[in-house]
């Protein structure tokens, strides 16, 4: 029972350089969402999914993209990397919307120099 | 937009002692969940809660929505209920809102 797996769990990168953060859920669930916590602050939306092929922005979107092609994977993607994108990203999953409890992966965490 | 704010930001207690946690929304909200992330910085559902009252073992906690406040209720602390605690509402449909969070500290 693997819930929601994100992987890598670290990763250090340099300024303009693009990457890909993965994330996995094995519960057919329909909603998922990426989150940033910068130190001392909760959590903050980025991009959600309502399901495949359905994508939204959250609260801090610009400079991340997202895609959904399937219900299990919803990757998160850093075209131009910058020091302020630096931080722990989570992925969550809920099986409906309107706030049925959100399941989180362990977080990846990011530093970019 | 919504404000979500949690009180105290800072608590330390002795094992064995109650604490009361406080998350104050500024608007109408369609749902609200409590969140406890550990010293190794997993996120732990706690409880999913947009009204009313639900007890899990030593953890409570209580929403009144026509008030704008929920209170998550720990007895008898733990060294492991260590962490920051989170609350988190649903604005709209999807969008989880989370507040600054309490952080705690269960002293042995």
């Known amino acids: 029972n693997a819930g929601v797996t994100q992987t890598p769990k670290f990763q250090v990168l340099k300024t303009g350089q693009s990457m890909t953060l993965q994330c996995a859920q094995d519960?057919?669930?329909?909603?998922m969402s990426w989150y940033r916590q910068d130190p001392g602050m909760g959590l903050r939306l980025i991009h959600y999914s309502v399901g495949a092929g359905i994508t939204d922005q959250g609260e801090v979107p610009n400079g991340y993209n997202v895609s959904r092609s399937t219900t299990e994977d919803f990757p998160l993607r850093l075209l131009s990397a910058a020091p302020s994108q630096t931080s722990v990203y989570f992925c969550?999953?809920?099986?409906?919307?309107?706030?049925?409890?959100?399941?989180f992966g362990d977080g990846t965490r990011l530093s970019i120099l | 937009g919504i404000q979500v704010e949690q009180s105290p930001p800072d608590l330390i207690l002795q094992e064995g002692a109650n604490s009361t946690l406080r998350c104050n929304f500024s608007d109408s909200v369609n749902n609200l969940q409590w969140f406890h992330q550990n010293p190794w910085g997993q996120l732990i559902n706690l409880f999913y809660?947009?009204?009313g009252t639900k007890q899990n073992g030593r953890l409570s906690a209580t929403t009144v929505a026509t008030e704008r406040y929920s209170l998550l209720y720990i007895s008898s602390s733990q060294t492991t209920d260590s962490g920051v605690y989170f609350c988190?509402?649903?604005?709209?449909?999807?969008?989880?809102?989370f507040g600054t969070g309490t952080r705690l500290k269960v002293l042995a």
């Open positions: 809660i947009p009204s």
């Open positions: 988190a509402v649903v604005q709209g449909t999807y969008k989880y809102i």
């Open positions: 969550a999953s809920s099986y409906g919307t309107g706030g049925l409890p959100q399941h």
């Open positions: 519960m057919n669930h329909e909603y």
